[in-house]
């Protein structure tokens, strides 16, 4: 347990440890999400973007800011950070404090921000600030060939199990 918590960073504590990387010519990839069910289409998007670079870091919605509908997060921000720090792909976890992932991508500026295929099909207007952002500094962004799988849909699967 230990060492999954080792992995766990707050913004500041993992812009300093950027540097460090960084000066040893290490890629970085940045994943985000609330990931409030992890599920197999998050173990095949955190392993693909892992493939791509050499430190895979994850971006926790902090719970003030998720917008999935009334009573999510089921589980809160440490819960979750605990969870997808636990996956071996999965080097660090950062827990985002500010609205959308733009804050963590401005200090960090990851060689790499990898977001599922929806994003390209139907690109939110954040994401598209996002990529603009790592765009401006040469970095690139990658679509993760994502599993028809959605936590929102295991946990409507799971109620009207209940209701049955």
Known sequence: MFQVKTKIKNKDEFVSLVKELKGQGKKLVQCDGVFDLVHPGHIHYFAQAKS????????????????????????????????????????????????????????????????????????????????ALVESYGGKVFFSDELDIHSTNIFEKIAKSFKQ
Do not use: C, H, M
């Open 52 to 131: 791509l670079g050499d430190i895979l870091y994850v971006v926790v919605v902090s719970d003030a800011f998720v917008q999935k509908g009334k009573g999510r997060p089921f589980f809160d921000q440490d819960i979750r950070a605990l969870w997808v720090a636990g996956i071996g792909s999965v080097d660090f976890v950062v827990i985002n404090d500010g609205y959308g992932p733009y804050n963590i991508i401005e200090a960090v500026q990851p060689d790499l921000l990898v977001k599922g295929i929806s994003y390209q099909k139907k690109a939110t207007d954040g994401f598209l600030k996002d990529k």
